[in-house]
């Protein structure tokens, strides 16, 4: 029994609609929303937070252009990188508004291997579950095509 999601013909038109609708509709809001001084960092206070911005507006009028020719995998793979640069200009953005009260280089810097210990011993374990998963996965498929 096949429980996926599968959407109607006439849904997919309406959800590009709304996509472009939304993007359309935020993309200068959150232009307005910014300080000035903080604008001006990203236009050409800061030469990479600079770059960063002008590869998302780029990638943003690209994102515009694909959903109206309904280019989805063009889209997806915008949309996507537009997200990991939004990454780093949210912390320039934030670093910005709160440069009055926090510095980043005021922070003592303490070494503690225990969370990377942690990580690595979790790591190996889930690498070591979806082996085994791939395998039981493996023989049963061979199970199966044999009966």
């Not at 050409?44 to 600079?50: F, Q, V």
């Not at 969370?115 to 889930?126: A, D, E, Q, S, Y």
Request: glycine share 4%.
């Amino acid at each position: 029994m096949n429980t996926a999601y599968i959407p109607s013909p006439d849904t997919i038109p309406a959800a590009w609609r709304w996509f472009q609708f939304l993007l359309l509709l935020t993309f200068p809001l959150h232009l307005l929303s910014v300080e000035r001084q903080t604008m001006l960092m990203f236009m050409g206070g800061n030469l990479i937070a600079t770059l960063c911005f002008m590869i998302a507006l780029g990638l943003a009028v690209m994102i515009i252009v694909s959903g109206f020719r309904k280019k989805l995998l063009v889209t997806f793979a915008a949309t996507v990188t537009l997200v990991y640069l939004m990454t780093f200009m949210r912390s320039w953005v934030r670093s910005s508004y709160l440069r009055e009260f926090f510095n980043l280089g005021d922070l003592e810097v303490v070494t503690e291997y225990s969370p990377l210990i942690f990580f690595l011993v979790t790591l190996v374990l889930g690498v070591i579950c979806v082996v085994w998963m791939l395998r039981l996965t493996a023989v049963a498929l061979k199970n199966e095509e044999s009966l």
